[in-house]
């Protein structure tokens, strides 16, 4: 059986009727709901974004309608609509708590965080379709039937709760690794000492690998390359949440985290091997007396 064809919100459909009595079909219009049948008789309504693990895998959802494959956009049970990222994000508009708890439960999640990172705003739905979408003292604006502009806001929201648990990483990393670079005169435990430096070190690669080969901060949502007049929504939502400033302050954070804890590893190696030398001279010099010894001897 061919795959259901599933029309773009907003759009006129048509739908073929057969007559018993007459060799040929007629094609009636239908007018597919608009973005806000998510919402019904909502003007106001919350969006959480929530990042659940390291990556979430294909499949699972099992019960929920999809409404786009690519980005992935699932309708809620009763109201409202999820947004779903692989690289482990997913922004839930106006979804009741059921809904939720549900969908999150329901997703293939790998490497889960024991505690989800999460930002929330407020979304207002206008009943002019002509408005100008817009933000307002952090309130989002969008017209009543724009499912593009919600596809927008999920993106910048996935990007912003994804850099807010990295800022948030990067402020405990400092915290640890400010004593132990301090601490580095300390002979003991300095394999341990070693041990952490060369997590911290893998931790911020990862971390920017991440960021630049996962969720690509920097880069425009594919939707902005055939939808060019969502250039100016899509700028206006990363300046109000700073996205490129704040991905830069990431990186060099992280580059800092690097730069010491390799440069602390180095003291460790150089230490190490200044010890190895000295236990070599110590072995040339015991050699060297036992050889006298036995030619005086």
């Given at each position: 059986m061919p795959e259901a064809y599933i029309p773009a919100p907003g759009a006129v459909a048509y739908i073929a009727l057969v007559d018993s009595s007459a060799p040929y079909r007629i094609a009636a219009p239908v007018l597919v709901p608009p973005a806000t049948a998510l919402f019904p008789g909502a003007s106001s309504l919350q969006v959480r974004a929530l990042l659940l693990g390291n990556r979430i895998a294909p499949g699972g959802a099992e019960g929920f309608r999809k409404l786009s494959e690519k980005p992935l956009i699932l309708a809620g049970r009763g109201a409202g609509c999820a947004q779903v990222f692989r690289y482990g994000a997913v922004v839930l508009?106006?979804?009741?708590?059921?809904?939720?708890a549900e969908l999150c439960t329901s997703l293939s999640v790998r490497e889960p965080l024991p505690r989800p990172e999460s930002e929330q705003v407020e979304l207002r739905i206008e009943a002019d379709r002509d408005a100008e979408p817009r933000?307002?003292?952090?309130?989002?604006?969008?017209?009543?039937?724009?499912?593009?502009?919600?596809?927008?806001?999920?993106?910048?929201?996935?990007?912003?709760?994804?850099?807010?648990?990295?800022?948030?990483?990067?402020?405990?990393?400092?915290?640890?690794?400010?004593?132990?670079?301090?601490?580095?005169?300390?002979?003991?435990?300095?394999?341990?000492?070693?041990?952490?430096?060369?997590?911290?070190?893998?931790?911020?690669?990862?971390?920017?690998?991440?960021?630049?080969?996962?969720?690509?901060?920097?880069?425009?949502?594919?939707?902005?390359?055939?939808?060019?007049?969502?250039?100016?929504?899509?700028?206006?939502?990363?300046?109000?949440?700073?996205?490129r400033d704040r991905a830069t302050s990431v990186e060099r954070k992280l580059a800092l985290i690097s730069r010491s804890a390799q440069t602390a590893l180095d003291l460790?190696?150089?230490?190490?091997?200044?010890?190895?030398?000295?236990?070599?001279?110590?072995?040339?010099?015991?050699?060297?007396?036992?050889t006298v010894y036995s030619m005086l001897k």
């Amino acid at each position: 059986m061919p795959e259901a064809y599933i029309p773009a919100p907003g759009a006129v459909a048509y739908i073929a009727l057969v007559d018993s009595s007459a060799p040929y079909r007629i094609a009636a219009p239908v007018l597919v709901p608009p973005a806000t049948a998510l919402f019904p008789g909502a003007s106001s309504l919350q969006v959480r974004a929530l990042l659940l693990g390291n990556r979430i895998a294909p499949g699972g959802a099992e019960g929920f309608r999809k409404l786009s494959e690519k980005p992935l956009i699932l309708a809620g049970r009763g109201a409202g609509c999820a947004q779903v990222f692989r690289y482990g994000a997913v922004v839930l508009f106006g979804m009741s708590e059921r809904d939720e708890a549900e969908l999150c439960t329901s997703l293939s999640v790998r490497e889960p965080l024991p505690r989800p990172e999460s930002e929330q705003v407020e979304l207002r739905i206008e009943a002019d379709r002509d408005a100008e979408p817009r933000i307002e003292n952090g309130v989002i604006f969008v017209p009543a039937d724009n499912l593009r502009h919600l596809e927008l806001i999920g993106e910048v929201l996935a990007k912003s709760v994804v850099l807010a648990y990295h800022e948030n990483a990067i402020a405990a990393v400092f915290d640890r690794i400010e004593p132990l670079a301090q601490n580095l005169h300390n002979h003991l435990n300095s394999r341990k000492r070693e041990r952490e430096l060369l997590e911290y070190i893998g931790g911020a690669l990862l971390s920017e690998q991440r960021m630049v080969g996962r969720v690509e901060v920097r880069e425009k949502p594919d939707l902005l390359w055939e939808n060019t007049a969502l250039e100016r929504f899509y700028q206006r939502l990363e300046r109000e949440y700073e996205l490129r400033d704040r991905a830069t302050s990431v990186e060099r954070k992280l580059a800092l985290i690097s730069r010491s804890a390799q440069t602390a590893l180095d003291l460790l190696e150089q230490r190490s091997t200044r010890r190895v030398e000295w236990y070599i001279v110590v072995l040339i010099v015991v050699e060297i007396l036992l050889t006298v010894y036995s030619m005086l001897k």
